[in-house]
């Protein structure tokens, strides 16, 4: 699959790392809404990290439409407070 | 097709799709649609252009406020000689205000030139996207039928567009940044153009508003501090009979320099 890390670029990785970013994102989203400030910073680094970790980078040239798009590395707590709390954009 | 579920992907994926709705219409022709991303490439390269005007425009700024942290502080020591406290009190105030504005835009620089540099990157990958793109639609057009590569190329034209809301995002990030700012550095402006920061010796008796206006922008016990050090430095100059400026008159140039 395609993850997009926005204002960062694409990455290309095994379909199987679903479950695993399914669970960092959770992660984000709940210290996020826990208002846990001081975790915010490593849970949304654990995130950015394991995808630039286990996926390859897909070249500039290459089109592809992402799968899964995450925000920006400079995203801040306010800015995430602000988006991913109580129901969000899309009720779960 | 593998996705995620979590609510924040689906969250910043959905800003993307509204991003990428406005730009596109479904109902474009093949070559139309590469005009038209050439044409969005221009618009990305102007949004640089204006971060980098922005920066530059606050960097202007930044000297001038260097230079009148010197000047204050020149002031400051010539009227604690002098035995005038009010009128150090004030100076030391003006040069208080320009120091936390001067942090402030340090880190206002520093944030816009990595904006920069991101949105250079972006337009980079944008570009090259483009210009497959370009190729790719050629090969297409060859190959296929008229309606399949139609479908064909929307896809991609869509894989493109994804990149270009991107950019888009980060500009309007970028945006937002400076915005945050601006109420601070426009208050600031206007104690700058008011004259300010200028030359602590033209203050006159009706100056009531901006100097309310720097006691809620200055640290006080900052400013307490600072006095204090100074009057220990100078020890006071010990002759406050004969004053080296007063409010209204012309003062010496800061080049003089004596402490």
């Given at each position: ?86 129901e969000g954009l899309i009720?779960? | ?49 204006d971060v980098v005007t ?155 508003d901006i100097d309310r ?47």
């Amino acid at each position: 699959m395609i993850v997009r890390i926005s204002g960062e670029g694409q990455y290309r990785l095994p379909d199987s790392d679903a479950e695993r970013l399914n669970e960092l994102e959770n992660g984000v989203v709940s210290v996020v809404e826990a208002g846990r400030e001081d975790g915010y910073a490593a849970a949304l680094t654990a995130l950015l990290d394991y995808v630039r970790a286990n996926g390859t980078l897909v070249a500039d040239e290459e089109i592809e439409t992402s799968n899964v798009i995450i925000p920006p590395a400079d995203l801040t707590f306010e800015e995430a407070a602000r988006e991913f709390t109580g129901e969000g954009l899309i009720p779960d | 097709m593998a996705g995620l579920t979590g609510r924040m992907s689906t969250v910043v994926k959905a800003k993307v799709s509204k991003l990428l709705d406005r730009a596109e219409d479904p109902a474009e022709t093949l070559d139309y649609s590469y005009q038209k991303q050439v044409e969005q490439l221009q618009n990305v390269k102007k949004g640089i252009a204006d971060v980098v005007t922005a920066k530059k425009r606050l960097q202007m700024q930044e000297s001038t406020l260097q230079q009148s942290v010197v000047k204050l502080d020149t002031q400051a020591r010539q009227a604690v000689s002098a035995g005038q406290e009010d009128l150090a009190r004030a100076a030391l105030e003006r040069k208080n205000v320009a120091q936390t504005e001067l942090q402030s835009l340090d880190t206002q620089v520093s944030e816009l030139e990595e904006q920069q540099q991101k949105l250079t990157d972006s337009e980079q990958k944008l570009r090259a996207k483009i210009e497959a793109f370009r190729t790719k639609k050629e090969v297409i057009k060859a190959q296929y039928s008229a309606a399949e590569a139609q479908v064909r190329i929307s896809e991609a034209a869509t894989g493109v567009g994804e990149q270009m809301a991107d950019v888009g995002l980060a500009m309007q990030r970028a945006v937002d940044k400076t915005e945050n700012m601006k109420a601070r550095a426009d208050a600031v402006s206007e104690l700058e153009a008011a004259g300010t920061f200028d030359d602590i010796t033209q203050l006159g008796s009706g100056e009531d508003d901006i100097d309310r206006q720097l006691k809620q922008l200055s640290s006080q016990p900052a400013v307490d501090d600072e006095l204090a050090k100074m009057k220990n430095e100078i020890g006071q100059g010990g002759a406050p009979a004969t004053p080296q400026i007063a409010p209204g008159e012309t003062g010496q140039p800061s080049e003089s320099g004596q402490a």
